[in-house]
T-cell receptor, first 111, second 111 residues
Framework: GQQVMQIPQYQHVQEGEDFTTYCNSSTTLSNIQWYKQRPGGHPVFLIQLVKSGEVKKQKRLTFQFGEAKKNSSLHITATQTTDVGTYFCAGLETSGSRLTFGEGTQLTVNP | EADIYQTPRYLVIGTGKKITLECSQTMGHDKMYWYQQDPGMELHLIHYSYGVNSTEKGDLSSESTVSRIRTEHFPLTLESARPSHTSQYLC??????????FGEGSRLTVL
């Protein structure tokens, strides 16, 4: 079955440093979604990427979808303490009908 | 704001008890899901439904059962709870192939 791998599992940064998490799928994806889960909270949708090579920005967050539609990344510029949480990618197979989540990257930001 | 609700938010029960976790959504979504998640860890899909009278087991084996008699309602039942069932259970719904809306979760502790 489809596997979605996400690295790193944990990332500790100083406030102001950049952060990147990577997502890799074993199969070609129809789309990829990103979610953020604050400590003690529930996952909240951030964005969906559909097109090969697509890049989308949300303020300090930049999302990329690979040309082969098998990998994606989320980059945060100049992290803030409000960025703390776990970031999950979730991929939808081209032949599938449900999302497969990556293991998540837990981000901690030291003030 | 997503209109998906889970009750109870917190539950502490003894081994062997039967419990039902409730999940309701008012968005008219056909697809609904149950995930199991330990704090800060990956999301494990345990059940999903694509519509009324349709239920499927997910990727993670679970001793729980679900039903989908009404579009808006997707309860999860444990016939005999054990300490190994201690976890957070997250309900979600979607309007395929779009984002998942998650409830706030039910945190279960089995003594």
């Amino acid at each position: 079955g489809q596997q979605v791998m996400q690295i790193p599992q944990y990332q500790h940064v100083q406030e102001g440093e950049d952060f990147t998490t990577y997502c890799n799928s074993s199969t070609t994806l129809s789309n990829i979604q990103w979610y953020k889960q604050r400590p003690g909270g529930h996952p909240v949708f951030l964005i969906q990427l559909v097109k090969s090579g697509e890049v989308k920005k949300q303020k300090r967050l930049t999302f990329q979808f690979g040309e082969a539609k098998k990998n994606s990344s989320l980059h945060i510029t100049a992290t803030q303490t409000t960025d703390v949480g776990t970031y999950f990618c979730a991929g939808l197979e081209t032949s599938g009908s449900r999302l497969t989540f990556g293991e998540g990257t837990q981000l901690t930001v030291n003030p | 704001e997503a209109d998906i609700y889970q009750t109870p938010r917190y539950l502490v029960i003894g081994t062997g008890k039967k419990i039902t976790l409730e999940c309701s959504q008012t968005m008219g979504h056909d697809k609904m899901y149950w995930y199991q998640q330990d704090p800060g860890m990956e999301l494990h899909l345990i059940h999903y439904s694509y519509g009324v009278n349709s239920t499927e087991k997910g990727d993670l084996s679970s001793e729980s059962t679900v039903s989908r008699i009404r579009t808006e309602h997707f309860p999860l039942t444990l016939e005999s709870a054990r300490p190994s069932h201690t976890s957070q259970y997250l309900c979600a719904s979607s309007d395929y192939p779009d984002e998942l809306f998650f409830g706030e979760g039910s945190r279960l502790t089995v003594l």
